[in-house]
């Protein structure tokens, strides 16, 4: 062999060998990356979990990385949250207590801030004594408004404060609010009908109650023609 034959062996060799230092390296990679991806997975489907099985079996298995996992952790306060929905017993408690372990160590997660807020509105409501009831809603609105000042295009901060305002009490004065953040949920992001048909009637009920009759007829009819066979459709129904 040439000494441009041996040369281009050579070159032929070093191609191969760059070729496996790429395959090492991505496989590398998403052997780093595959957590973080199954853990994102499974905190958009909690999103639109409820089933108290489903989140029950998640808490179980994740509950026993969470103190070294900082995601685990994260997952486990978000199932906790999801039960607290239904008011499972102390659910609202350990969702505080998980949620705001996370937040120690992830500051700048506004998602993550937004659901402690809300998990702080549920401890309220579970609360007997009124003082904690207001104690609580204030600081998980002060919460919230951080996390939507900070991430205002985040899908899941906006519904989970828009949740929240709706709910609490007149006396918090936050129903414009409520109003402002389902307006803006209905014109800036594309959603499922059954989404379009609660915010709609949230906004009727929210424009109803501000008495705007004429302007919460027009949320009620759109309510109904985002799924007429929604119960957020049926609860129109009866407005209209």
Same mark, same amino acid.
């Given at each position: 062999?040439? *000494? ?11 191609? $191969? ?12 990679? /998403? @052997?780093?990356?595959?957590?973080? !991806? ?6 958009? #489907? ?12 998640? *808490? #179980? @298995? ?10 685990? /952790?994260? *997952?486990?306060? !978000? ?12 659910? +609202?408690?350990? +969702?505080?207590?998980? /949620? ?17 807020? =809300? ?5 309220? $409501? ?10 609580? %809603? ?9 996390? %939507? ?7 899941? %901060? ?5 949740? !929240? ?8 004065? $936050? ?15 594309? /959603?499922?009908?059954?989404?379009? =048909? ?6 009727? %009920?929210? +424009? ?5 009759? =004429? ?12 799924? #007429?066979?929604? #119960?957020? +459709? ?7």
């Amino acid at each position: 062999m040439g *000494i441009s034959g041996k040369r281009y062996q050579d070159a032929i060799k070093f191609s $191969r060998r760059r070729c496996k230092m790429k395959k090492l390296r991505w496989l590398l990679l /998403l @052997t780093l990356l595959s957590p973080f !991806v199954l853990h994102a997975d499974v905190l958009d #489907e909690l999103f639109s979990t409820r089933n108290p099985a489903r989140l029950e079996a998640l *808490i #179980e @298995t994740y509950q026993l990385s969470a103190e070294k996992d900082p995601q685990a /952790l994260k *997952i486990v306060g !978000v199932a906790w949250h999801q039960l607290a929905l239904d008011k499972k017993d102390k659910a +609202a408690k350990q +969702a505080v207590e998980s /949620l705001s372990r996370y937040c120690q160590s992830a500051p700048d997660d506004m998602q993550a801030l937004a659901w402690l807020g =809300s998990s702080w509105a549920m401890l309220a $409501r579970d609360s007997s004594a009124v003082y904690k009831k207001i104690t609580y %809603v204030n600081k998980g609105l002060a919460m919230l408004d951080k996390a %939507v000042n900070a991430a205002s295009d985040n899908y899941q %901060v906006r519904v989970l404060r828009a949740s !929240v305002t709706y709910s609490v009490p007149e006396m918090f004065d $936050r129903k414009k609010m409520a109003f402002e953040d389902y307006l803006y949920l209905t014109s800036h992001f594309p /959603l499922s009908p059954d989404h379009q =048909s609660e915010f709609y009637y949230k906004l009727g %009920v929210l +424009a109803e109650d501000a008495g705007k009759a =004429s302007q919460a007829n027009e949320f009620f009819k759109k309510s109904v023609s985002a799924d #007429e066979k929604s #119960e957020w +459709a049926n609860k129109s129904k009866g407005k209209l």
